[in-house]
């Protein structure tokens, strides 16, 4: 995690928990950490840092278009949520990148949803599955404002731990600048929801 300046307490969870999904850890019967919320604002490496665990435990990286689980036909979103849980468990173990969860699922509570109730039904998929999930698969899930997050999202089970990426500080700014980037991987799609995602360039 050379690439990432600053944010100590997230890179020694990720650390501390970097063989959780080796063969070693299945055979002493330990269980499988389930993910991880990271929430700040835009621009201050969330998306990165995505990417990076999943260079450092050696994962496929897998980035989910929330946006795109939606279709326009009756029984089709949710159709496109089990198609989804399909592929991310057929590519265990890996890490599934869910990005700017707060513009798909926030306010989701409100009286005047507009879709009959669509959104409601992808998200109590989702958090079902993120509960009782046993395959091997790592979220790491971002938001820009946590406020307007479902209280049920955030309820213990869902996720590990929750880490807030707040500004760098001068000593941050300073690793930033010294720390080495790696070059841009392209990578090829994984269906048409998930897609393999690159681990590439950026900074906190």
């Not at 279709?71 to 869910?98: F, K, N």
Request: aromatic letters at 8%; proline letters at 5%; one cysteine or more.
């Amino acid at each position: 995690m050379q690439n990432v300046g600053g944010l100590e307490n997230l890179k020694a969870w990720i650390r501390e928990r970097r063989n959780s999904f080796s063969a070693q850890a299945r055979d002493y019967g330990l269980p499988s950490p389930k993910g991880i919320l990271l929430a700040g604002i835009q621009g201050t490496g969330k998306s990165l840092c995505a990417k990076t665990i999943a260079r450092e435990w050696r994962m496929p990286l897998l980035r989910l278009d929330v946006g795109r689980l939606f279709g326009g036909i009756v029984g089709e979103s949710e159709s496109r949520v089990r198609q989804m849980i399909q592929i991310a468990e057929a590519m265990a173990p890996c890490v599934l990148w869910i990005d700017e969860l707060d513009k798909a699922f926030g306010g989701i509570n409100s009286e005047f949803s507009g879709d009959s109730g669509t959104s409601k039904r992808v998200f109590g998929s989702l958090i079902t599955w993120m509960q009782e999930k046993t395959k091997p698969v790592f979220i790491v899930a971002t938001a820009n404002n946590v406020r307007i997050l479902p209280a049920e999202l955030l309820r213990k089970g869902r996720f590990d731990e929750i880490f807030f990426v707040n500004l760098p500080n001068q000593r941050e700014r300073e690793e930033i600048f010294t720390s080495p980037h790696p070059a841009t991987a392209a990578q090829p799609r994984a269906g048409f929801l998930l897609h393999r995602a690159g681990c590439g360039n950026g900074r906190l």
